[in-house]
């Protein structure tokens, strides 16, 4: 009876394997993606959107794609299988591509239904570490890469105000120090690190009265010349709106272009209290207004860092290569068999 | 001549009856090479029962969803015939895609069901713009009569000619070029080239599939970004950006789309030409290359309408890219200046109207620098209020074209409906208040969102 059921069991599973394993079920899948992004575009215009969204964490959504991903393996491994025997470069030749593509659908796969990340705002000495980790990093030191002096025409042109890619030092208690950059992202413990975005956060200290109420590096959203935010110190009534000021201005022919010391800025902060306008000084030291003396001091940056766990990161990066790998091969291999043909 | 002849409502029934009736003779033609020219009947009642169900809408008023409604009806129509050409071309190349339809396939009712389902999903769309049209042109026209009558002359004339076209090309030449596949590429190529309708949306949908792809395609690349971490961030542009750029580029992306698009079609040919030839009893000698030979004609003459729409759209696409693509209206900015801590932008004036559905900028100076806005008044008739900026590309600002905005540093076309929402690479909304006759926005909330310009920060908040 064992044997029996056994029996049926496995040729019920042979023919379900035969079935997902035949050209015509992943035609199938396919075809149905398509009829479904294609009236999801029409009529809902985020059509992509709403599809990550879904295969993110909506069961009805993620069935029919792993569906598609074992459709996708069991035909690869049927074709492989029959080109070995035969034929191993055209193994090479047109199952290379294929197993990119899959790979990339896999990896996206696991990268969107269980990536996790976080966004953490840092200044050099604090401590960093997102909520999945154990480990704890020090940010020791923030190289901005901005211009010492800069040209606010800078911003606009070719040049830019970097003079290299921003970088930020981390470390941990009887480690070395790692450096993160821009791109691409660096692996720490089980977790990638990337510099999203940075400022500048210049140190004010506010004293009233001849009494010091505080000191501290604000940071704000101040990178370039042009740009401007405001903070607010409790229980004070006031918003400070601060930006850069240029130390001069030059002018060649009809170009007039201001200079802006990024090292040690010259700030413009004006001093709000609700829409009137109760101070405003152009300085790098300190401004007073009623009984008020805000001190500034010398700024440093600070950085917004990009921390993701994502296991399927190196499916995709492989799989990407495998694809780039694959291509060629793949269009050789057509033409080939188109010149055979014609032989 | 002239003051008769009402020429928009003219061409259009010549569209329509000429379409109609260029579909009905090849299938015809296919149906009496097969023995089964019955089944014509299904397609004229199918062809029939749209011209009736879309006359209601001569009854009945119009909205702008109607016409939103129409116009994503026939796009959807050109979709499922495109989709059901692709599956029976891959069906026709050896594939077994209908294997389970092979007990019922020949039953008379299931296959006059399917043309006639097949032409009313076809002609419905098409037929129901074409006389909210004529209806709308109607009501211009003094004289009421003379559209509709013009109409009525543009379909006979298509059915004179229709009837000189059946007398020039016999049954037998324009069915050897067509099996069911090819007979469905061919009616979603007349979809595609003259499946619009005037008033409601373009003549030819490329333009819209063009729209589709290119923001499919964008939005891979996108999220395989995400997915890398690259930061789509300024800090990028001396090392990476230009590499990205280059993806984002519009002739990247249109030759991109274009293959996505031929896909399919290709492949058809490519199976064609280099599939192995069946068996034959006659093993060698004159009578296995006379079977060789005609195996390898009929292949290739099958092939000639799909090389033709591959050739066509490869065509249209580019003329396409090169003319319509490229014209994008960007309006020049009117200045607006600050008053107490508002910008005040009339309604109308008698320069502009708001309300008009076009794209209007707006520049406010400060401190030397200039920052654009943009408002236009979405389809649902609410205004939207944006920085003419977003917080991924550099500050290109946008353009409109057609019924959408561009980015016009990535060219990501950006659906109007969504105009108001934050994130990606949609224009940075602005909070406002409007009445009757004014918008007023806060400097500070300008100068507050002109920070994200260009700094991706807008994904914090979107995730």
């Known amino acids: ?343 | 001549m002239s003051s008769f002849v009402v020429y928009e409502a003219f061409f259009a029934g010549l569209k329509e009856g000429l379409k109609a009736g260029i579909i009905w003779y090849v299938l015809a033609s296919l149906l009496h090479v097969k023995g089964m020219l019955r089944l014509q009947r299904a397609f004229i009642a199918g062809t029939l029962f749209s011209v009736i169900a879309a006359a209601s809408f001569l009854f009945l008023n119009v909205t702008p969803e109607i016409r939103e409604y129409i116009a994503n009806s026939g796009e959807m129509s050109f979709a499922l015939l495109l989709v059901a050409s692709a599956a029976a071309l891959l069906n026709s190349s050896g594939l077994r895609l209908f294997s389970l339809l092979d007990r019922v396939s020949g039953k008379a009712f299931l296959r006059n069901s399917a043309i006639f389902a097949a032409s009313a999903i076809f002609f419905v769309p098409d037929i129901s713009g074409t006389f909210i049209f004529i209806k709308d042109l109607s009501l211009l026209n003094e004289r009421a009569y003379q559209t509709y009558a013009s109409l009525a002359a543009g379909v006979s004339v298509s059915v004179l000619l229709i009837s000189a076209m059946s007398r020039l090309l016999s049954r037998g030449l324009v069915s050897s070029f067509f099996e069911l596949p090819q007979l469905l590429l061919f009616a979603s190529m007349m979809k595609l080239t003259a499946g619009g309708t005037g008033g409601i949306s373009e003549i030819s949908l490329i333009p819209a599939v063009q729209r589709g792809l290119m923001k499919l395609s964008h939005d891979i690349i996108h999220q395989t970004f995400v997915m890398l971490m690259v930061p789509d961030h300024p800090l990028l542009k001396t090392t990476t950006w230009n590499f990205i750029g280059f993806f984002f580029g519009p002739n990247i992306a249109s030759w991109e789309t274009l293959l996505l698009f031929l896909l399919c079609p290709l492949m058809f040919i490519y199976y064609s030409l280099a599939s192995p030839l069946p068996e034959t009893a006659a093993a060698a000698g004159a009578e296995r290359r006379r079977f060789v030979q005609s195996v390898l004609s009929d292949r290739r003459r099958k092939a000639v309408p799909v090389l033709l729409f591959v050739l066509l759209i490869s065509a249209s696409w580019f003329s396409q890219s090169g003319e319509k693509i490229s014209a994008v209206k960007v309006p020049k900015a009117k200045p607006v200046v600050e008053d107490r801590g508002m910008v005040l932008i009339p309604v109308t004036d008698p320069t502009m109207d708001l309300k008009d559905g076009s794209l209007h900028k707006f520049v406010l100076s400060r401190s030397d620098k200039e920052i654009r806005i943009m408002v236009i008044m979405k389809p649902d008739g609410r205004i939207s209020v944006c920085l003419d900026a977003c917080e991924i590309c550099p500050p290109d600002g946008y353009g409109l074209r057609e019924d959408h905005v561009v980015c016009l540093y990535c060219n990501t076309p950006i659906p109007v409906v969504s105009l108001g929402e934050p994130g990606g690479c949609n224009p940075i909304p602005l909070a406002f208040a409007a009445d009757d006759r004014f918008i007023r926005i806060a400097v500070d909330e300008i100068m507050k969102k002109r920070e994200l310009i260009n700094s991706s920060r807008s994904a914090e908040a979107a995730r």
């Open chain 1, 1 to 343: 009876m064992s044997a029996f059921m056994e029996s049926r069991v496995w040729k019920f599973m042979k023919r379900i394997l035969s079935l997902l394993s035949s050209p015509e079920a992943l035609f199938w899948s396919i075809g149905s993606w398509v009829t479904y992004y294609t009236f999801m575009m029409i009529w809902d215009k985020e059509s992509f959107a709403h599809f990550v969204n879904g295969l993110a964490d909506r069961t009805i959504m993620q069935v029919p794609y792993l569906l598609f991903l074992l459709t996708g393996y069991l035909n690869l491994f049927r074709s492989s299988k029959k080109c070995l025997k035969t034929n191993i470069w055209k193994l090479a030749g047109t199952k290379l591509l294929p197993f990119g593509i899959l790979l990339v659908f896999t990896g996206a796969f696991i990268s969107i239904s269980s990536r996790q990340f976080q966004w953490i705002n840092a200044m050099p000495g604090d401590e960093i570490r997102p909520r999945w980790a154990q480990e704890q990093y020090r940010v020791e030191s923030v190289d901005a890469g901005v211009r010492d002096r800069l040209l606010d025409i800078d911003s606009e042109g070719e040049s830019g105000i970097f003079k290299y890619e921003p970088k930020v030092t981390i470390s941990q208690s009887g480690q070395a120090a790692r450096s993160i950059g821009a791109f691409p992202p660096s692996r720490v413990g089980n977790t990638f690190y990337h510099v999203l975005n940075f400022g500048m956060a210049p140190s004010f200290a506010i004293s009233e009265g001849g009494v010091l109420k505080g000191r501290e590096y604000v940071p704000l959203r101040l990178l370039m010349p042009g740009s401007n935010d405001s903070f607010e110190i409790q229980p004070l009534p006031y918003k400070f709106l601060v930006s850069f000021e240029p130390d001069r201005t030059i002018q060649k022919g009809s170009v007039k272009a201001g200079e802006y010391n990024m090292k040690d800025p010259l700030l413009r902060i004006r001093v709000l209290e609700g829409q009137d306008v109760v101070a405003e000084e152009v300085t790098r030291e300190s401004m007073s207004f009623r009984n008020i003396r805000l001190d500034v001091g010398k700024p440093v940056y600070w950085v917004q860092l990009e921390a993701v766990k994502d296991r399927g990161v190196y499916l995709i990066v492989s799989g990407l290569l495998f694809t780039c790998l694959g291509l060629p091969l793949y269009v050789i291999s057509i033409c080939m068999n188109l010149l055979r043909r014609q032989d």
